[in-house]
């Protein structure tokens, strides 16, 4: 690996898999093929969403914004990660390593708290039928996707500058591929303590009150569908939120993993390995499940594949 000059080199080394150089070839062949995967299935999402009029609802709106959402964020960290593994130079200036934390724990940040709007949403479309569309207005969605983003730019805004403001007296090979929090205090030549707690204080905040969102609606989403008679009635209502459900579970539970465990607990080689399954795993599977288990969107992508065949 390539090294800088000590006296010049004011940046970051991101030593990622470069102890397992037999790893880096096969890690940048599956990570370019999900990284397409993820372009397309994210892409594909957003344009349905703009050109099938039945899809331009609530619930398809947030759906487009997660996409959105998820599009941005892979790309924050993906392609550097590539060029990475297929070099010798792992370095990131101190001013890209600022901003590429700042942009993917926004991101990141941001959609905690979109995924607990998008589980209201489906209360106010389950429990309030009748009052939905007054209830999930346009501009009460587009308000709630843009606090969304505040508030997640915000807080992450606070845990870059947190971050940064610890010293490090020269120390600067991060044993991650991306710039994170964890791997960054442990750069730390200080106790870091009141740092960490001031952190862990953010991160429960933006990961524990959607979840508490969440489990409200959910809560009062099983005892409305209960209280349908049919059984097919049943399995409709939870259909429609059986996507949602498995989007949750696999982002917070990888989320919770990386950022609300003691420092003392934390794994450098597990977290680079969930790092990766929440940079890319997550964000190519999210359109894949929310297209098989909707008869809407695949309806939709039909329509459009034939409307294209037809017009030739």
């Known amino acids: 690996m390539e090294q800088k000059n000590g006296s010049s080199f004011t940046g970051f080394v991101l030593l990622g898999f470069s102890d397992r150089p037999q790893l ?6 599956v990570l370019l093929i999900f990284y397409l995967f993820t372009l397309l299935g994210n892409t594909t999402i957003i344009a349905l969403s703009h ?39 792992k370095s990131i200036s101190f001013g890209g390593c600022v901003a590429q934390m700042f942009v993917s724990l926004g991101l990141g940040c941001t959609e905690c708290i979109l995924l607990g709007v998008m589980a209201f949403d489906r209360y106010a479309a389950i429990c309030r039928p009748l009052h939905y569309t007054v209830v999930m207005h346009p ?9 969304s983003w505040v508030i997640g730019f915000a807080n992450s805004l606070l ?10 007296c020269g120390r600067n090979k991060i044993d991650h591929f991306l710039c994170e929090v964890p791997p960054l205090l442990k750069l730390a030549c200080v106790d870091t303590t009141a740092n960490e707690s001031e ?3 953010l991160g429960v905040i933006i990961l524990l009150i959607p979840v508490a969102l969440i489990t409200v ?3 009062r989403i099983v005892r409305a569908v209960l209280r349908i008679k049919s059984s097919a009635g049943q399995r409709k209502a939870f259909g429609t939120c059986g996507s949602h ?17 003691p420092s003392n607990n934390y794994s450098q080689d597990q977290g680079k390995f969930v790092s990766l399954f929440y940079t890319i795993v997550t964000p190519m599977v999210n359109p894949v499940i929310y297209t098989l288990r909707n008869k809407d969107v695949t309806g939709a992508m039909r329509k459009v594949l034939c409307r294209d065949h037809d017009s030739r």
């Open 159 to 168: 845990q870059t500058v947190l971050t940064f403001l610890v010293p490090r």
């Open 139 to 147: 501009r009460l969605c587009a308000l709630m996707a843009s606090a």
């Open 217 to 219: 609606s959910y809560g």
């Open 199 to 201: 952190l862990f204080f």
């Open 24 to 29: 880096e070839l096969v890690l940048f062949v």
């Open 245 to 261: 459900i498995t989007v949750v579970s696999l982002f917070y539970g990888t989320a919770i993993y990386a950022y609300l465990q």
């Open 51 to 89: 050109l099938d009029p039945h899809l331009q609802t609530p619930m398809y709106f947030f759906l487009s914004n997660l996409s959105f959402l998820d599009l941005c964020y892979t790309t924050s960290t993906v392609p550097q990660l590539l060029v990475h593994l297929r070099g010798t130079d």
